[in-house]
């Protein structure tokens, strides 16, 4: 697995960008299932003793907010009160789900907020989503061999619709 680590962390940016996006839908699956069965998912503040809905959603707009690039849905703002709860043990689920609702929270902070610089960070998370017995190594391979085979059609695309391949321009 270091050697599949170390091949992640030298991909460009857009790769590892879409690589996190593979493994954080597959954990956004982890997290559906679970809200699904469990709606509404409920805890209380200990601070004031309120009870807090959580937002079921969240996760799935932070990832439309990373492929719009932007924060179009308020998420930064909706993931306050949850994080903190989560950090102060008012707010717990199972390890995979944990994983996969953090893992989905640190790809939003990486890509559209910055406030996040560990690439590897979210691939943890997301691949410790899927729990311990699951095939990890072969399940990031896959995502970065996905990765480059849609950069590699997305080139395609462009220089077959006219456009010049990104490499072939010059500055």
């Known amino acids: 697995m270091a050697a599949l680590a170390n091949a992640f962390l030298k991909l460009p940016a857009d790769l590892k960008k879409a690589v ?15 809200r699904e069965t469990r709606d509404p998912l409920e805890y209380v503040e200990s601070v004031c003793g309120t009870r807090r809905i959580v937002d079921g959603d969240l996760p799935g707009a932070a990832i439309r907010a990373v492929r719009a690039g932007e924060d179009t849905e308020s998420v930064a703002a909706r993931y306050r009160e949850p994080i903190v709860a989560m950090q102060d043990g008012d707010l717990g689920f199972p390890a995979e789900v944990e994983f996969a609702y953090y893992a989905i ?3 939003f902070q990486r890509q559209v907020t910055s406030r996040l610089d560990d690439d590897w960070l979210i691939v943890n998370q997301a691949l410790s989503a899927r729990g ?23 080139v395609k695309a462009a220089t077959s619709a006219g456009e010049t391949a990104p490499e072939a321009r010059s500055n």
């Open 132 to 154: 311990e017995s699951a095939d990890h190594a072969g399940i990031l391979k896959a995502a970065m061999d996905a990765a480059q085979k849609n950069r590699g059609a997305g």
């Open 105 to 107: 929270y640190n790809l």
């Open 20 to 34: 996190h996006l593979d493994l954080c839908e597959r954990a956004l699956l982890v997290w559906n299932h679970y």
